[in-house]
């Protein structure tokens, strides 16, 4: 028997296809967290999840994204002088928090509320093959509110080109 798509059980990596079926909602039940769709979904695949793992032992995320020179920003970002906006790096590192919140059981729909600090050290350009992204949960508010806050790195090509402290996504609207 098929399971239903509000049906979801952990599991430590997910797909291109099981990050679609996140974006589609009601992965993580009616009304719960889900990822954005294409193309603002900004990764292709999560390799690593856990409730425990990361630098402060309450979470981590590593996530990938491949990089094509035909993706959508390259051709509208700095014409001529392709690069992708770093906006767009921070945002997949807060989708990595809304989804780690989803995926760790907690009610609502996640809304990015904020960030401390964003340092850029590189670019990634069309010449990129992949983007890493490392996130790892520093507190967690499983209360009336829900909330993740975290620190992240995004990596091109292993070289380590942006680093965001104090992340704060919130789930909004439980029931």
């Given at each position: 028997m098929p399971m239903p798509l509000d049906f979801h059980r952990p599991q430590p990596a997910y797909d291109r296809s099981e990050l679609l079926r996140s974006a589609a909602g009601?992965?993580?039940?009616?009304g719960n967290a889900q990822l954005p769709a294409p193309p603002m979904l900004m990764m292709d695949r999560i390799t690593s999840i856990s409730r425990d793992g990361g630098a402060y032992g309450k979470g981590h995320v590593v996530a990938e994204l491949a990089i094509t020179?035909?993706?959508?920003?390259f051709s509208c970002h700095f014409p001529g002088d392709p690069v992708m906006p770093g906006c767009l790096g921070l945002d997949?590192?807060?989708?990595?928090?809304?989804?780690w919140l989803g995926w760790s059981g907690l009610p609502g729909k996640g809304r990015a509320v904020g960030v401390g600090e964003?340092?850029?050290r590189g670019q990634i350009g069309p010449q990129t093959r992949l983007v890493r992204y490392e996130v790892s949960l520093r507190q967690v508010r499983r209360g009336r509110l829900p909330f993740g806050i975290a620190d992240g790195s995004a990596y091109a090509d292993e070289s380590c080109v942006y680093v965001a402290r104090d992340m704060r996504v919130a789930l909004v609207g439980a029931s």
């Open positions: 009601g992965y993580f039940g009616p020179p035909e993706l959508w920003f997949a590192m807060w989708q990595i928090i809304g989804f964003m340092k850029f």
